[in-house]
T-cell receptor, first 109, second 121 residues
Framework: EDQVTQSPEALRLQEGESSSLNCSYT??????LFWYRQDPGKGPEFLFT???AGEEKEKERLKATLTKKESFLHITAPKPEDSATYLC??????????FGKGTLLTVNP | DSGVTQTPKHLITATGQRVTLRCSPR?????VYWYQQSLDQGLQFLIQ???????AKGNILERFSAQQFPDLHSELNLSSLELGDSALYFC????????????????????FGPGTRLTVL
């Protein structure tokens, strides 16, 4: 069974203080690893898809990287509007998307 | 706005009742997915439909069923509701991407709707 573990569960940063979120996974036949952002009471918002180890993608202050066992979401100089829960999910050979429980990021001004 | 719509936004009902949640995918998307999100379980995959046919099943209870209609909208039916069914229910859609020479189909990113908050009293 595919498994995704995200750490830390919660992270509090000061505005401008860069950090990284971790997503460790075990999956049979990785087809893709996804990062989503979710605001309270809303649907997850797609951020990135990574398909193979070594791949990197960037969007504004966010950068996602992938190895064979984990993915990192790097946040550079975060702003309060980056506060949200960040979800990682893996897409395996069973065609099912398995989500981690997320990291709740709070950025204080 | 992801382009995926869900109705209703909120639903309050009693135990033992039956409800229907509705989802309209993004224009052009053939696949629809249903998820349940509760505080303790996180986001759990329930079921997937592709162009009207069931494609994959997750942790969906026998009391729950879904279908996708010819116009590609989908409905999730929840029956004999229990207190523990209270949760956010999300629908997502995606375009399948044709694979390489093998003809396999891979699925790209999923776009989520705003969700239906179900409260069972």
């Amino acid at each position: 069974e595919d498994q995704v573990t995200q750490s830390p569960e919660a992270l509090r940063l000061q505005e401008g203080e860069s950090s990284s979120l971790n997503c460790s996974y075990t999956v049979s036949g990785l087809r893709g690893l996804f990062w989503y952002r979710q605001d309270p009471g809303k649907g997850p918002e797609f951020l990135f898809t990574l398909y193979s180890a070594g791949e990197e993608k960037e969007k504004e202050r966010l950068k996602a990287t992938l190895t064979k066992k984990e993915s990192f979401l790097h946040i550079t100089a975060p702003k309060p509007e980056d506060s949200a829960t960040y979800l990682c999910a893996v897409w395996g050979s069973n065609y099912k998307l398995t989500f981690g429980k997320g990291t709740l990021l709070t950025v204080n001004p | 706005d992801s382009g995926v719509t869900q109705t209703p936004k909120h639903l309050i009902t009693a135990t033992g009742q039956r409800v229907t949640l509705r989802c309209s995918p993004r224009s052009g998307d053939l696949s629809v997915y249903w998820y349940q999100q509760s505080l303790d379980q996180g986001l759990q995959f329930l079921i997937q439909y592709y162009n009207g046919e069931e494609r994959a099943k997750g942790n969906i209870l026998e009391r729950f069923s879904a279908q996708q209609f010819p116009d590609l909208h989908s409905e999730l039916n929840l029956s004999s509701l229990e207190l523990g069914d209270s949760a956010l229910y999300f629908c997502a859609s995606s375009i399948p991407i044709q694979g390489a020479a093998s003809g396999s189909v891979s699925y790209n990113e999923q776009f989520f709707g705003p969700g239906t908050r179900l409260t069972v009293l």
